[in-house]
C-alpha cells in the first residue's frame, strides 16, 4: 500500500464533497489501486460551519506553511476558487515541489500557460479534470487518448446550474428566481451565482478547451457571452411550439490555422442530442478527423460527482508518483 497526503484547499461545496467520497470510498480506492489517501491538512478558516462531516479539528490550518512547508504532503488539492489568491496558492504548492490537483476553471482560464508552464518547469503535475463538466471525463480523454486528432468543432452544456434553470422552467414552469435558489441549495452554482447564469463559468470553460482543442489561447473576457437572464417564460413557451427546447451552448469550430468560440442560448430542436441533456446534467458534443463524432455526458455540477474528477486526478497522481 502507497500513502499518498493530501491537503485540501477550501473546504467549501467541492471541498467537503472531497472528504465525503474520500470517507465514502477510501477503502475501495485502496483496494483497487493500492494508494492509501489520507487528507493531512485542510487550509479552512471557517472551522465552526456544520458541514456534515467528521473533520479532526487538528487537520485545519490558516498557515501556508503548514501546507507548504510540511515534507509528507503529496498534493496540493485547490477547491477554494476565485481567481488571484487561489492562483497564488497553487504557485506556491509548484515551488514548494507538491503536485496540484484543481477545479478551479476560473484561475486555469485567467492562467493557464503560467499554471501549467510553471508546473511542467517544476516537474509537478497539475491536473484540473474537475474543472470542465464537473465529474464528466473530458480533460483526461483531450489530454491522452483523443491527442491523434486534429479538432473540427465542439458544442458544450458546460454550465449545471443554467441547464438545471432552463430545464425546471421548461419541465415544470417554474420561475427563474425560484429554480436559481433550488440550484444553489444543491450546490451546483458558484459563490457568485451571477458568474454562472451570465456565462462567465462557462466562457472559463470554453477558455479552457479552446487551449487544448484547439490550441488557442483565448481569454474567457474575449468570448462573446450571452447568459440566460434574458429568458422568459414567453421565450420557453416560443421554443416549445416550435417543439425545440433552450439550451445555453458554448461553440467553437475551426476556422482555417485558428478558432472561432461563442456563448449564447440556442433553440435546439428535440431532436437533437443535446436537447435531452436535462437538470445539472452536461454534454460535450467534439468532432476529431479520425474519432469523428464523440458525446461526453454526466453530471457536470455538484459536490460528489465533482469530487469523483478530482481523486480521480489525485489517484492518477498518486500511482504517478514513487
Ligand atoms: N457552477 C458550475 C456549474 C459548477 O453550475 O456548472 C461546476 O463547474
Do not use: W
Not at 473540427?152 to 414552469?173: A, H, R, S, V
Amino acid at each position: 500500500m502507497k500513502n499518498v497526503n493530501i491537503a485540501i484547499l477550501g473546504l467549501g461545496n467541492i471541498g467537503t464533497g472531497v472528504y465525503k467520497a474520500l470517507a465514502m470510498n477510501g477503502a475501495h480506492i485502496a483496494s483497487t489501486t493500492g494508494l492509501d489517501i489520507t487528507v493531512a491538512k485542510i487550509f479552512e478558516k471557517d472551522t465552526d460551519r456544520d458541514r456534515g462531516i467528521d473533520v479532526a479539528p487538528s487537520l485545519f490550518t490558516q498557515d501556508e506553511g503548514d501546507i507548504f512547508g510540511d515534507p509528507a504532503i503529496d498534493i496540493v488539492v485547490e477547491l477554494i476558487g476565485g481567481v488571484d489568491f487561489a492562483t497564488s496558492l497553487m504557485f506556491k504548492a509548484v515551488a514548494a515541489g507538491k503536485h496540484v490537483v484543481t477545479a478551479n476553471k476560473a484561475a486555469l482560464a485567467a492562467n493557464f500557460e503560467q499554471l501549467t508552464g510553471t508546473a511542467e518547469g517544476a516537474g509537478v503535475m497539475l491536473r484540473y479534470e474537475a474543472s470542465v463538466g464537473g465529474g464528466i471525463p473530458i480533460i483526461g480523454p483531450l489530454t491522452t487518448s483523443l491527442l491523434a486528432n486534429r479538432y473540427e468543432e465542439l458544442m458544450g452544456i458546460l454550465n449545471g446550474t443554467t441547464n438545471y434553470i432552463l430545464t425546471k422552467m421548461t419541465q415544470e414552469g417554474r420561475p427563474y428566481g425560484e429554480v436559481l435558489q433550488e440550484a444553489q441549495a444543491k450546490g451546483f452554482a458558484e459563490a457568485d451565482p451571477s458568474g454562472d447564469v451570465e456565462g462567465e463559468d462557462l466562457a472559463n470553460k470554453l477558455s479552457i478547451l479552446m487551449s487544448l482543442v484547439f490550441g488557442k489561447r483565448v481569454l474567457p473576457s474575449d468570448i462573446p457571452t450571452t447568459g440566460i437572464t434574458g429568458i422568459t417564460m414567453d421565450d420557453i413557451r416560443d421554443a416549445e411550439k416550435a417543439d425545440c427546447v433552450i439550451k445555453l451552448v458554448a461553440s467553437a469550430f475551426r476556422q482555417g490555422d485558428g478558432a472561432e468560440c461563442f456563448i449564447q442560448p440556442v433553440l435546439l430542436n428535440k431532436g437533437h442530442p443535446l436537447a435531452s441533456v436535462n437538470d445539472e446534467y452536461n454534454a460535450l458534443y467534439i468532432k476529431g478527423n479520425a474519432v469523428d463524432d464523440l458525446m461526453f455526458y454526466g453530471k457536470g455540477a455538484g459536490p460528489l460527482p465533482t469530487a469523483s474528477a478530482v481523486l480521480g486526478d489525485v489517484i492518477e497522481i498518486g500511482r504517478a508518483i514513487g
